[in-house]
């Protein structure tokens, strides 16, 4: 089984910053991509930062110049740095890690429980 763990929720005032970390844990061979979403009250779940195994990220267009997504030093751990927040980035913000469980096996997605990300006018 992998665990898939999110923290640093929280509410903050617009033009604030907020850091958000991720760390996967669990039967992991490797790990191919780390993806940050977010999910608004009555909306669809959206992509917003993504980490691939070769290094390369990809921001939403709502959010680049803004967050900034980045490995850390511990294993299987990520955070999103968030800055110059806006209301509309308030949502729940899920980490998902696509990892192999086995050398040569086949990847699988897995989801955090969430974390709530609050911004005020």
């Known amino acids: 089984q992998v665990q898939v763990v999110e923290s640093g929720g929280g509410l903050v005032q617009a033009g604030g910053s907020l850091r958000l970390s991720c760390v996967a844990s669990?039967?992991?061979?490797?790990?191919?991509?780390m993806g940050w979403y977010r999910q608004a009250p009555g909306k669809e779940r959206e992509l917003v930062a993504s980490?691939?195994?070769?290094?390369?990220?990809h921001y939403a267009d709502s959010v680049k110049g803004r967050f900034t997504f980045s490995r850390e030093s511990v294993k299987n751990t990520v955070s999103l740095q968030m800055n110059s927040l806006k209301p509309e980035d308030t949502a729940d913000y899920y980490c998902n890690a696509v990892v192999q469980r086995e050398r040569y096996g086949p990847l699988y997605s897995n989801w955090g429980q969430g974390t709530q990300v609050t911004v005020s006018s």
């Open positions: 669990g039967s992991i061979f490797s790990i191919d991509t």
């Open positions: 980490l691939n195994s070769g290094g390369t990220t």
